[in-house]
């Protein structure tokens, strides 16, 4: 799957070669349009042999476009440092508080859907989103479960037995 950076400076992706070979008929890239394959380095698509067929075809003008887009600051390196946390998110739900753990939830799942449409600043926001409500819910969750317990406790120390529901 390749990744492109396009004009606005944004990086697209992952798209198939073929899709990668439409945007080029499209306009949408040229031969100096950086492009990574499978997260490796950035090189422009004029050096990629397999897209030199569809570039010869090209009128020169468009051919010779400047770059599309420049090389992204380890773009998807950024990405893998932003966190999800649906493994978090799950354990607050099922332990914590079920009502803060619900959006937490939603939100740790938009982080990769977002990054997979590009959108890192959107990803950024959901798991920025993500972690408030995870520590939220675990703040509250661990209230409500510590005060239950000193009730209880008190009621046995009290020779009363535990309380009924």
Known sequence: MYRIVGA????YGPVTAD???EWITQGRANGRTMVSYENGPWQTLSSIPEFAPILSTLP???ANAPAQGTIPSSTSQQFSKVS???VTAVIVNI????PLGAPALIYSA???VKA???DYAGAEEASRQAKKWVILGAILGILTNGAYIAYTVMQ???GGGFPKP
């Open 8 to 11: 606005d400076g944004k990086e």
């Open 19 to 21: 899709g990668v070979r």
């Open 60 to 62: 020169p003008a468009q």
């Open 84 to 86: 999800n946390y649906m």
């Open 95 to 98: 332990c914590c508080c079920p």
């Open 110 to 112: 938009q982080v990769n």
């Open 116 to 118: 997979a449409q590009g």
């Open 156 to 158: 046995i120390m009290q």
